[in-house]
């Protein structure tokens, strides 16, 4: 084996290795998902009770939901946010 | 045998090193690469926008249009011709008289289509359009220089158009995705000046002064604060610049601070949901209603406040994550500290809360 067949050699490996790496780096990318959720927060006015519930349609920041069940004051939708979950598939 | 290979290797390996330098055809063999490239991309922008048509039909359906596939083609095609700028003389007051036609306007092909709504429900409707009309434009302009550069076989253009493609596709991704919220009514990332006003004024009556803006009076350690926020829950921005301007000419001036909250643009490296002060009135408008609060506030010498959280252009469209939300908590807190520090007790101050008040009331 001689010089130029071995610089041949190392070239063809050379690509092959980058092929390589970059077809994992996509894969790599691709296979983190996430998983998002949009969640109601609802509080009571007075602030002595606090939960939080799945969002539904009509849904709306300041929507009155009901009565505090600790006071019996009114119970609103305080904030309405996207939660991530990450899942690996 | 070996030799022979090794040599018709070589040879060739020349030839094409030779034809690479010293002719066009490495040239040709990037365009047409960059153009493949390019094809692809354009067909990805392609099936988001037809999505985003599709969907904004299907919404017009819902709410009783007689022909939904017209309105939405005259409503993502409708443009606005800027004002001439080369003489600046008026030229906020003949940009707000355009923006107002271009409302009047859009409002009311939709009343002709879909007959007397509710104006959240117009609100919304207006907003998923102007997402697919984005859209829309974003496709013909990469369609555009795509077919140009191919016809003129410049290399330059189809460059610059391949380096641009990236940043185009995430925002015409962040489009697509805003959707969502616009179509179900969740509060965007652009929200967070409304949401802060909303948790300033949870439960105090809102009283509308100017179209489409609405104002609560709370009290804050003694002073009396004005909110202002746009009208909700529909997609509005409203327009704060002209209710600051009628509050403080209704207290002839004697309001000792204007307090502006927007959301702001965070450079890439910034994390979201971080909190800056500055001074100046933080709307990003197109400069009609922002002028409003320097003109009034310089009038009647009252110094103006901004406070912006920071996120991305995608997370300003796109629902409003929680950490946006845990921000307007720290900037409700905050706003109440510069009243208690920079206003006097018994003194009038005006908080406005800038952006889109989508699901936020």
Known sequence: MNALQILQIAAIIVIVVLLALSIVMAEKKTSKKKEKKTIALIKCDKGDYETKREFKSGDFVGKVEGECPKCKGVLRVYAIFVEEIESHK | MDGDIQGIISTLLFLTLFLMMFTNVGQKLQLMFMTANLRSKLAILERMLNDSLARAEKVLSIAGSKNPKRTVKRLTEFFVVEPVSIE????????????????????????????????????????ILEVSAALNYL?????????????????????????????????????????????????IGDGLGPLVAFKLAPTSPRHEIVEETVYSIIEVDGRIVYVVKAEGPGATVGKPGEAIEKIVEKEKG????????????????????????????????????????????????????????????????????????????????????????????????????????????
């Open chain 2, 139 to 187: 496709y013909k302009f990469v369609r555009h220089y795509l077919l140009l550069g191919e016809k003129t076989s410049n290399l330059i253009l189809i460059m610059q158009l391949a380096y641009l493609m990236p940043y185009i596709l995430r925002i015409a991704d962040a489009y697509h995705k805003s959707l969502d919220a616009f179509e179900k009514g969740i509060p």
């Open chain 2, 88 to 127: 600046p003389t008026d030229i906020i007051r003949r940009l707000a008289h355009i923006l107002e036609t271009r409302r009047g306007n859009i409002r009311r092909i939709l009343i002709e289509d879909l007959g007397e709504k509710s104006k959240h429900e117009l609100n919304n409707i207006e907003v």
């Open chain 2, 254 to 361: 004697n309001v000792s601070r204007i307090i502006t909250v927007d959301a702001a643009l965070k450079m890439e490296g910034e994390e979201t949901g971080a909190i800056a002060e500055g001074v100046g009135a933080a709307i990003g408008d197109p400069g009609p209603e922002k002028i409003r609060i320097e003109r009034i506030a310089t009038k009647y010498n009252i110094p103006v406040d901004a406070i912006v959280v920071k996120m991305s252009a995608e997370e300003a469209i796109q629902a409003m994550t929680k950490k946006i939300v845990e921000a307007a908590d720290n900037v409700v807190e905050y706003v109440k500290e510069i009243i208690k520090t920079r206003v006097p007790k018994g003194g009038k101050v005006i908080v406005a809360g800038i952006g889109n008040t989508v699901g936020i009331v």
